[in-house]
């Protein structure tokens, strides 16, 4: 059974400061793994979408790599802004169908 | 549609009654899935809809829960008899076809109280 680790659970960092947020999973054999975003109390914003074959995946400010071999993958977001507080939740694919997820990492972005 | 819409997007309900939630997928996708979550916690699988077929309904917590797919578009998952342990998040997802490929959109979910 596929276990999606992010670490940290919480950050916290002031304005302008780059993040790193590192997910790390068991299983090796995936077909993608997609970085998504969550505001409080609401649903889930796609970010980055990384196929197995790719090594990263960039969108403005943000980047996602991939290690699949080693089973990690880590999310930077550049020159940190309060409007990217929000849960950060990585999901990898191993199935033809279902995503298994991380429980998240909670970023606060200090003015 | 744009994007995954779900409604309502928030539901109170007593103890015991039946509740339906619909999800509207992004159109012309062919896959459909419904996830849980609960207060501060991760993202539980309950079903999975390939057309109007649902292959995978192994999340699914009890037989109080069920689903349905009509026109290879809209979703109703229904809960029957509700239970306080029922109230989360309910998310809906879909992506183009079952491949491997895509990703999914989500819909902003739908907020379930059990009282």
């Known amino acids: 059974k596929q276990e999606v680790t992010q670490i940290p659970a919480a950050l916290s960092v002031p304005e302008g400061e780059n993040l790193v947020l590192n997910c790390s999973f068991t299983?090796?054999?995936?077909?993608?793994l997609q970085w998504f975003r969550q505001d409080p109390g609401k649903g889930l914003t796609s970010l980055l979408l990384i196929q197995s074959s790719q090594r990263e995946q960039t969108s403005g400010r943000l980047n996602a790599s991939l290690d699949k071999s080693s089973g990690r993958s880590t999310l930077y977001i550049a020159a940190s802004q309060p409007g990217d507080s929000a849960t950060y939740l990585c999901?990898?694919?191993?199935?033809?169908?279902?995503?298994?997820f991380g429980a998240g990492t909670t970023v606060t972005v200090r003015a | 549609g744009a994007g995954v819409s779900q409604s309502p997007s928030n539901k109170v309900t007593e103890k015991g009654k039946d509740v339906e939630l619909r999800c509207d997928p992004i159109?012309?996708?062919?896959?459909l899935y419904w996830y849980r979550q609960r207060l501060g916690q991760g993202l539980e699988f309950l079903i999975y809809f390939q057309g109007n077929s649902a292959p995978d309904k192994s999340g699914l917590p009890s037989d109080r829960f069920s689903a349905e797919r009509t026109g290879e578009s809209v979703s109703t998952l229904t809960i029957q008899r509700t239970q306080q342990e029922d109230s989360a998040v309910y998310l809906c997802?879909?992506?183009?076809?079952?491949?491997?490929?895509?990703?999914?959109?989500f819909g902003s979910g739908t907020r379930l109280t059990v009282v």
């Open positions: 999901a990898v694919r191993d199935d033809d169908y279902k995503l298994s």
């Open positions: 299983d090796s054999a995936i077909y993608n």
């Open positions: 159109s012309g996708h062919t896959a």
């Open positions: 997802a879909s992506s183009l076809t079952g491949g491997v490929d895509y990703g999914y959109t």
